[in-house]
């Protein structure tokens, strides 16, 4: 049975900073290229960062230089370290694993709130 699970996410401060993880079980996850999308309320779900599964990143462009993704095979887990966070980065975070656009998995989310 594959899960993903995230966690990390909660109430902010603009300009804080957060880290979102995504344990996953079920798969293996080395080969797996790994994503975090987010989806807020009456939006679209957009991805925001990808790191595949030979360590290449890419990042949507309005978190370029503030969100980080990286991962560590050993442990199955995958990290979203979003700082200088603004409140349009509110939303729910999801984890998702895909292998060769023949498997996709997805996490149950997290919510990001970004307020003051």
């Known amino acids: 049975q594959v899960q993903l699970v995230e966690s990390g996410g909660g109430l902010v401060q603009p300009g804080g900073s957060l880290r979102l993880s995504c344990a996953a079980s079920?798969?293996?996850?080395?080969?797996?290229?790994m994503g975090w999308y987010r989806q807020a309320p009456g939006k679209q779900r957009e991805l925001v960062a990808r790191i595949t599964s030979g360590g290449s990143t890419n990042y949507v462009d309005s978190v370029k230089g503030r969100f980080t993704i990286s991962r560590d095979n050993a442990k199955n887990t995958v990290w979203l370290q979003m700082s200088s966070l603004k409140p349009e980065d509110t939303a729910v975070y999801y984890c998702?694993?895909?292998?060769?656009?023949?498997?996709?998995?997805w996490g149950q989310g997290t919510q990001v709130t970004v307020s003051s």
């Open positions: 079920g798969i293996i996850f080395s080969i797996y290229d």
């Open positions: 998702n694993a895909v292998y060769r656009s023949l498997t996709n998995y």
